[in-house]
T-cell receptor, first 108, second 116 residues
Framework: LAKTTQPISMDSYEGQEVNITCSHN???????ITWYQQFPSQGPRFIIQ???TKVTNEVASLFIPADRKSSTLSLPRVSLSDTAVYYC?????????FGGGTRLMVKP | GAGVSQSPSNKVTEKGKDVELRCDPI?????LYWYRQSLGQGLEFLIY????????KSGLPSDRFSAERTGGSVSTLTIQRTQQEDSAVYLC??????????????FGEGSRLTVL
């Protein structure tokens, strides 16, 4: 199982770009990388998923280097409502293991 | 409804009692997961169901925990002889792996269990 390592917490200010990096040194060939966002008292919510290079959607970008041993979630121009815990998830098939997550605090 | 539904949303019980938590996945989703989240902690995998295959029970913390999924749809997580350390939010998620290798996990709002 690919274990993930993320910073425990990050602070940012409104309007800034935030980059959260996740390390997954033993990622398997078939593993996808997925990021989830969780607000207090809610279940996690899917943000973005990728396999290699760069993926972009309406809320975020995901950068994955060629060796796939890490990935970076990029949130452009964060707002106060982006304050949440962000989880990097690596795997496929059955046991999908969440790491400890990164607690992002966006300040005015 | 269109989303994953969990019940009860809150459950307070006494130590030693049994509890049942229910999960109604999104219609058509073949995969169903149970996770546990203690206060301020990350998500702990408990069990995974995929179609008619035998479930992956590798995350269940003890034999007091069991889960079943009837007819490939509704799932029930049962905790027998509850202990105070079982207090947590129990989250259910479903997905449709046929749409991709992992598929997007859709989570319910969770069942908050408090064992006194």
């Amino acid at each position: 199982l690919a274990k993930t390592t993320q910073p425990i917490s990050m602070d940012s200010y409104e309007g800034q770009e935030v980059n959260i990096t996740c390390s997954h040194n033993n990622i398997a060939t078939n593993d996808y990388i997925t990021w989830y966002q969780q607000f207090p008292s809610q279940g996690p919510r899917f943000i973005i998923q990728g396999y290699k290079t760069k993926v972009t959607n309406e809320v975020a970008s995901l950068f994955i280097p060629a060796d796939r041993k890490s990935s970076t979630l990029s949130l452009p121009r964060v707002s106060l409502s982006d304050t949440a815990v962000y989880y990097c998830l690596v795997g496929g098939g059955n046991m999908l293991t969440f790491g400890g997550g990164t607690r992002l605090m966006v300040k005015p | 409804g269109a989303g994953v539904s969990q019940s009860p949303s809150n459950k307070v019980t006494e130590k030693g009692k049994d509890v049942e938590l229910r999960c109604d996945p999104i219609s058509g989703h073949t995969a169903l997961y149970w996770y546990r989240q203690s206060l301020g902690q990350g998500l702990e995998f408990l069990i995974y169901f995929q179609g008619n295959s035998a479930p992956d029970k590798s995350g269940l913390p003890s034999d007091r925990f069991s889960a079943e999924r009837t007819g490939g749809s509704v799932s029930t997580l049962t905790i027998q002889r509850t202990q105070q350390e079982d207090s947590a939010v129990y989250l259910c998620a479903s997905s449709n792996p046929g749409q991709g290798i992992t598929g997007e996990l859709f989570f319910g709002e969770g069942s908050r269990l408090t064992v006194l």
